[in-house]
């Protein structure tokens, strides 16, 4: 039971104040160059919050995992746009 940040975090801090449980880290360049997630110290805000916090503010559409490998701010989640609508949406705003 824990998330992981990947590699297209871009490090804009936004997750790492909201975390209830202290978990997340911020990059180490030697190691890793984004930000992770202490497996051992995340309890996915349970019993804190509803919806994960580092999830509900990340900007990057992605770039947090569960445990499984599933994205848990999925494409879409941001702008509200399905993926398989997003071709179509992009057409319609350069029309405009």
């Known amino acids: 039971?824990?998330?992981?940040i990947?590699?297209?975090?871009?490090?804009?801090?936004a997750c790492e104040p909201l975390c209830p449980s202290d978990a997340i880290?911020?990059?180490?360049p030697p190691?890793?160059?984004h930000f992770t997630i202490d497996a051992r110290?995340?309890?996915e805000c349970e019993g804190d919050h509803a919806d994960p916090q580092c999830?509900?503010?990340c900007p990057v559409e992605g770039?947090?995992?569960d445990a499984a490998g599933e994205a848990v701010n999925p494409p879409g989640s941001l702008t509200g746009?399905?993926?398989e609508r997003l071709a179509q949406a992009m057409a319609e705003i350069r029309a405009r």
């Open 31 to 33: 190691a890793v160059a």
């Open 63 to 65: 770039a947090i995992l």
């Open 1 to 4: 039971m824990a998330y992981r």
């Open 25 to 28: 880290r911020p990059a180490d």
């Open 81 to 83: 746009i399905p993926p």
């Open 55 to 57: 999830a509900s503010i």
């Open 41 to 43: 110290a995340c309890t």
């Open 6 to 13: 990947i590699d297209s975090c871009v490090n804009c801090w």
